[in-house]
């Protein structure tokens, strides 16, 4: 009994280290999910493996890597949710075995036509997360043991992290490029100011919602916007572009800022419900000496005025967008005199881990010299040390130009 033991024993750590191989780990996302899926084939000794994976927009299982019989599936076969063997995992979110399947319990006609008797699957969970189903079969009767559902589990926990790598990064770099898509490629070129911007993605936390934009009206007024979306990632890349593009919309109908927040936040409660905006939109007047500005829930601008004093602005906060029932919102009117700036940025600018905001205050203000606007952005960004930061950053300068100097310009 007890040789027989140690011979179970040795057999376990065997399995555990085929599959828990360091080597494995050189090999690129597709390579090591063909290796694990073989390695499972030889250890459970059953003719198929396939992982699926979830996507969550179509509620459907997509085959992502198969070994055995199941190679006979192409992949991108996509199984309904509520189908076969691997829907019954998504939904108990734990281990099943059928020792004799029933044909409406196999997941593609492949199967079926082969003769698969028995199936062993188990869920791929990252965190709280399901993100897929990893399964196998047998041409003959089986009843798997424990052990094999304890291996399954290993392999499936080492394809559910690499997997969910490579989803990160392919949905960072969609992101990313959703994101420069949508922001300036380059800014107006509008008379009586000069504009310059930066937007950095967070190195921690990725692709996030941050934006701005500017963008000139019928009207001869020039409308400027700084935004973040919040939550990271690509919803907010997405939800922070159909904002900008809600936004450019009714700033063509609304004569006063605060209108054109209040139609955005209706939209966002009515179509985007649970997304928080936080939005800065100013409008600079034609001959550029007012700027009529309302916050939803914004940090202020910060002025630097010809005098030398530089202050963040003190105007009234109404609410972010997304929060509570859609409410009227107020606009502010400040004087914009000539060779004044105006910076506006999101909050990664500012804000430090475990730090007062008034500390970040202290240091953007501290950062700001006179000068055109692009030198502005230029030493803000530099004396701030906006490299790798913890949080996507946006930043806008706006600099009123003097006569002469736009007399000279237009000379």
């Not at 499972?40 to 927009?57: F, K, P, W, Y």
């Not at 950062?367 to 004396?383: D, H, N, Q, W, Y």
Request: charged share 25%; net charge negative; aromatic share 4%.
């Amino acid at each position: 009994m007890i040789e027989a033991d140690g011979a179970g024993a040795d057999e376990r750590l065997r399995r555990i280290e085929a599959v828990t191989d360091s080597a494995l780990s050189r090999l690129d996302v597709d390579s090591l999910l063909d290796e694990l899926l073989g390695r499972v084939r030889n250890l459970l000794s059953v003719d198929t493996a396939a992982i699926l994976m979830l996507d969550e927009h179509t509620q459907h299982l997509v085959t992502t890597a198969t070994k055995g019989i199941e190679e006979e599936v192409r992949p991108g076969y996509r199984i309904p949710l509520d189908h076969g063997l691997p829907g019954r995992v998504v939904e108990q979110r734990q281990p099943i075995m059928v020792e004799q399947v029933d044909p409406a319990d196999l997941p593609s006609p492949v199967l079926r036509d082969k003769g698969i008797r028995s199936m062993l699957g188990v869920p791929m969970i990252v965190g709280t997360d399901l993100i897929g189903v990893l399964h196998v079969g047998t041409v003959s009767p089986r009843r798997f043991s424990p052990d094999d559902v304890r291996v399954l589990h290993l392999v499936a926990d080492r394809a559910s992290l690499a997997s969910q790598a490579r989803v990160g990064n392919i949905d960072r770099t969609a992101a990313l490029a959703l994101q420069r898509s949508l922001l300036p490629t380059r800014l107006p070129e509008v008379s009586g100011v000069d504009m310059a911007a930066r937007y950095v993605p967070g190195h921690h936390t990725g692709i996030g919602g941050d934006w701005y934009d500017v963008f000139t009206l019928p009207s001869k007024w020039l409308g400027i916007v700084i935004g973040d979306v919040s939550g990271h990632g690509l919803r907010a890349a997405v939800v922070m572009g159909r904002l900008r593009s809600a936004l450019r919309a009714y700033a063509l109908e609304c004569n006063d800022p605060a209108d054109a927040l209040t139609r955005l936040d209706q939209k966002i409660q009515h179509f985007e419900a649970g997304n928080l905006a936080t939005v800065l939109y100013a409008m600079v007047s034609p001959h550029r000496d007012e700027i009529h500005i309302s916050l939803a829930g914004h940090l202020p601008p910060m002025l630097a005025e010809p005098n030398g004093d530089i202050r963040p602005l003190g105007l009234p906060v109404d609410l972010p967008l997304g929060i509570g029932r859609p409410r009227q919102r107020c606009t502010s009117v400040i004087n914009f005199p000539q060779n004044a700036t105006m910076v506006v940025y999101t909050d990664g600018l500012i804000e430090r881990r475990n730090e007062l905001i008034d500390v970040g205050f202290d240091r953007l203000r501290a950062a700001i010299r006179p000068g055109a606007a692009e030198e502005v952005c230029a030493t803000i960004m530099t004396e701030l040390g906006i490299e790798q930061p913890d949080d996507d950053v946006a930043l806008l300068t706006l600099r009123r130009r003097a006569k002469a100097e736009r007399a000279t310009s237009a000379a």
